[in-house]
């Protein structure tokens, strides 16, 4: 996947400053807070509403970071320090992430299946995958990654090893579509449903359905419910061919004539003419009507892609539920949790220690890993990459669990312990020796992780409250988008958060660039600085015996600053006071007198006599500042 910086410029129409013909490109970044390789990442400098990359262009260039992409509003005059990287100037950076995307999309012949809808199109993504590996090498979008900017993302991981893609695209305003499709390419198409998501910049929802149907415009097959009428409706108008299902419409190419719902599973029975088969049947572990929705349109695509009607049957009866996001939960002895143990391929764990990152604390990184059951590549070249990985998201110990992981166990060059499975780690590791961790557990969810879950996870009563950290941020950037863009966000975490986790809040706020935040009392801003929270923080009722904590601990960014200016000054005093100062000017200004003796003197011109009191005050005015630092040096030892 590696690309010369010059042909990326070739391909997205860039101007190029001071080239460097060393750099290969393999990763796309626009979030500096996701960095993992400096010397082969390219950064897009993205604007939007809210935030600026060209911000974040010098801490890249410290990092390691050599190739950046940047719009014509970019103040080159201020580039030309960065004497060891190369610049690519373009119109726009977003289309330029999306033309690169869709360049390399064209470099693979295979089939791509491409999801949208109102609802449901990441349980259908995941839920294909589940069904299609390991049988296939498949490539699926990470998370939720369906829009402008994460559908090119998504399609850049694409390489030579793949053998199917599934992406997934979401438009929230009208001529977004068009974009994707021609990132995306699909040539099956999954239509999940439509409803009243995202609806407010759309006329009607005949015009959403239309938007959304421009992702197929050159699909083999659209896959979608006949029972949706306005799907039908706008479908109809088109030139595409269909592979539908229905509950009650005859004219489907699959009619659902049961769907039998049992205390913990759904039967569900169809018949269609297009089978040797007539009478087809699967069963899901679920019983709500979405999921059985999801279920059907993965049923279908499956029988399209001629995956057996056995292997379909296994495969649906255990689809695992999909966590839409990671949770950090509290966990044993000040340890925090990351439980992510529904499946266990290498983009999910990829994903996930993203998601430990991106937590602002200082403490161990440590992952819970077992074998990974899905992957196309060698045992041997798989832990390699695993233990690669884990290196460069700064992971210090690794807990292998597993027969295969364990074989492996050389590969990793961290901290290490390896057990044959759940029972041998239970019976085995002492609980104990987690202290002040980050620790992530990732595993597939054959080897019953929520067994070591439960037990690292501190207890808790019966009653729970949920902070919803997502509304949270939705929440801070709606007020965010109602300022102008240099206008500084204070956020108040008053009363440790009001009990729900000072931490987390903070945490997140930091994450999101809050510029500053707020506590009552000063015991609440040690705490979040003894937790790793670095924003500068004002304690709104500083009590006079906590003035020299709150210095110590930088919580008055204020009050330092006048503390530094003070010592600024009283140095000041004493190095115009000091006999250091007086005798370096004496001893100067005699040089300057001498030097006059010997050369200038022999002229007895008045205008080149004067120059002596003027050098001697420049060479005082040059020498004085690093005798000074030698000065300050001294007196401070």
């Not at 600026?52 to 014509?72: H, M, P, R, S, W």
């Not at 149907?213 to 409706?233: A, G, N, P, Q, S």
């Not at 759940?422 to 557990?441: A, G, P, R, T």
């Not at 729900?500 to 999101?512: I, R």
């Amino acid at each position: 996947m590696n690309y010369e910086i010059e042909k990326i410029a070739s391909i997205i129409e860039g101007e190029i400053l001071n080239i460097n013909n060393d750099i290969y490109i393999n990763d796309l970044l626009f979030d500096s807070r996701l960095l993992i390789s400096p010397e082969s990442t390219l950064f897009f400098a993205l604007r939007g509403q809210r935030n600026d990359g060209n911000k974040y262009i010098e801490e890249l260039y410290t990092k390691g970071v050599k190739a950046f992409i940047v719009d014509k509003n970019t103040l080159l005059e201020e580039l030309v320090h960065y004497d060891k990287a190369t610049f690519i100037v373009v119109e726009d950076t977003l289309k330029a992430l999306q033309k690169i995307a869709a360049y390399h999309r064209k470099k693979f012949d295979i089939p791509i299946i491409g999801i949208t809808g109102s609802n449901g199109k990441t349980i259908i993504k995941e839920w294909l995958y589940q069904i299609l590996s390991p049988e296939l090498s498949v490539i699926r979008s990470p998370k939720s990654y369906n829009s402008q900017i994460g559908v090119p993302l998504s399609v850049w991981q694409l390489d030579e090893t793949h053998q199917i893609g599934i992406f997934e695209a979401g438009i929230s305003r009208p001529k977004e579509m068009h974009n994707l499709e021609e990132i995306i390419r699909p040539k099956i198409g999954i239509f999940s449903n439509i409803g009243a998501a995202h609806g407010k910049n759309f006329d009607s929802i005949e015009n959403k359905i239309e938007e959304k149907l421009r992702l197929f415009k050159d699909v083999d097959t659209l896959i979608y419910c006949l029972d949706h009428k306005e799907i039908k409706e706008a479908v109809d108008k088109l030139n595409i061919n269909t592979f539908t299902w229905s509950r009650k419409n005859k004219d489907a190419d699959v009619q659902v004539y049961s769907i039998e719902k049992n205390e913990d599973e759904t039967i569900i029975k169809a018949h269609s003419s297009k089978f040797k088969a007539n009478n087809l049947k699967i069963t899901i572990p679920f019983t709500d009507d979405a999921s059985i929705e999801n279920a059907i349109h993965c049923w279908l695509t499956a029988l399209k892609l001629n995956v057996s009607e056995e292997i379909i049957e296994k495969k649906m009866r255990h689809l695992s539920p999909i966590a839409m996001r990671m949770e950090l939960k509290s966990g044993i002895n000040n340890c925090e949790i990351i439980n992510d143990s529904y499946n266990s391929d290498f983009n999910a764990l990829t994903i996930a220690l993203d998601f430990m990152n991106q937590q602002q604390h200082r403490k161990k990184r440590v992952v819970i890993l077992s074998d990974i059951l899905q992957s196309e590549l060698r045992e041997e070249e798989l832990y390699e990459k695993i233990a690669q990985l884990l290196k460069n998201k700064g992971v210090e110990y690794i807990i292998g669990i597993g027969e295969a992981i364990t074989r492996q166990s050389e590969k990793f060059n961290i901290e290490k312990i390896f057990y044959r499975d759940v029972k041998d780690f239970l019976s085995n590791h002492q609980i104990e020796n987690f202290h002040n961790q980050m620790i992530l557990i990732k595993g597939a969810r054959e080897f019953g992780f929520e067994k070591i879950s439960k037990l690292l996870q501190e207890k808790a009563h019966e009653t729970i409250l949920e902070i919803n950290l997502n509304n949270l941020v939705r929440n801070m950037n709606y007020y965010r988008s109602k300022l102008n863009r240099d206008t500084k966000l204070m956020v108040m975490v008053k009363a440790f958060a009001y009990g729900s986790g000072n931490y987390e809040v903070s945490n997140v706020l930091e994450f999101h660039h809050a510029d500053y935040l707020t506590v009552a009392y000063a015991d609440e801003g040690i705490e979040l600085r003894r937790k790793g929270i670095t924003l500068p923080i004002m304690v709104m009722t500083p009590e006079s015996n906590t003035y020299e904590s709150i210095i110590k601990n930088n919580l008055e960014q204020e009050v330092s600053l006048i503390k530094q200016r003070n010592q600024r000054v009283e140095t000041d005093k004493a190095w115009e006071t000091s006999w250091t100062r007086k005798i370096c000017i004496v001893i100067i200004t005699y040089f300057v007198v001498v030097f006059y003796s010997f050369i200038i003197s022999k002229f007895s011109n008045i205008w080149l006599s004067s120059l002596v009191p003027v050098f001697g005050f420049i060479l005082s005015t040059l020498s004085l500042k690093f005798v000074r630092k030698i000065w300050e040096k001294n007196k401070h030892n």
